[in-house]
T-cell receptor, first 113, second 112 residues
């Protein structure tokens, strides 16, 4: 089955700086890669996703990049703000129509004012 | 607003007891999932159901069972609870033509 590794487990950055979280996956059949954000005491919520036919996707201050050859994908947050503090999870799933997600172990991001 | 709800939100039980966690959704989604979250381990899939007649084991199904009573309801049971089942449990839903999963608020379970 799929195995997703996520690094780092914790990350602290100064407000306004950029943050990068990296994930690797093992199953070359995986073709959908979402990122979820979980604020303290809240449920995980999707913030951005990417499919294997795309190398990069942006949504305002958030971007995700995918390297299929190396089987890794990354979340980039620019101009970080205090409300970006949360736990972020990457995930991977197989073919469309079989949305069984395998999650990474999470990254706790802390934005230092 | 259409939502995913879970009951109870918190539960304390004793070793050996049978308990049920319930999930309901008003999103009209056909697919439902149960995950458990442990510190440092992320979200791990327990069971999932792509429609009312479809039930599948996930990564960590031992010690758990599920029931899909209707398209909108998916229950998780612990037949004989043990302390290492202490965790935060999330239900999630999705629509068959879209990959996004929507999570419920979670149930915090403590097994003594």
């Amino acid at each position: 089955g799929e195995n997703v590794e996520q690094h780092p487990s914790t990350l602290s950055v100064q407000e306004g700086d950029s943050a990068v979280i990296k994930c690797t996956y093992s199953d070359s059949a995986s073709n959908y890669f979402p990122w979820y954000k979980q604020e303290l005491g809240k449920r995980p919520q999707l913030i951005i996703d990417i499919r294997s036919n795309v190398g990069e996707k942006k949504d305002q201050r958030i971007a995700v990049t995918l390297n299929k050859t190396a089987k890794h994908f990354s979340l980039h947050i620019t101009e970080t703000q205090p409300e970006d503090s949360a736990v972020y999870f990457c995930a991977a799933s197989e073919n469309f129509g079989n949305e069984k997600l395998t999650f990474g172990t999470g990254t706790r991001l802390t934005i230092i004012p | 607003d259409a939502d995913v709800t879970q009951t109870p939100r918190n539960r304390i039980t004793k070793t050996g007891k049978r308990i049920m966690l319930e999930c309901s959704q008003t999103k009209g989604h056909d697919r439902m999932y149960w995950y458990r979250q442990d510190p440092g381990l992320g979200l791990r899939l327990i069971y999932y159901s792509f429609d009312v007649k479809d039930i599948n084991k996930g990564e960590i199904s031992d010690g758990y069972s599920v029931s899909r009573q209707a398209q909108a309801k998916f229950s998780l049971s612990l037949e004989s609870a043990i302390p290492n089942q202490t965790a935060l449990y999330f239900c999630a839903t999705s629509f068959h033509s879209q990959e996004t999963q929507y999570f419920g608020p979670g149930t915090r379970l403590l097994v003594l």
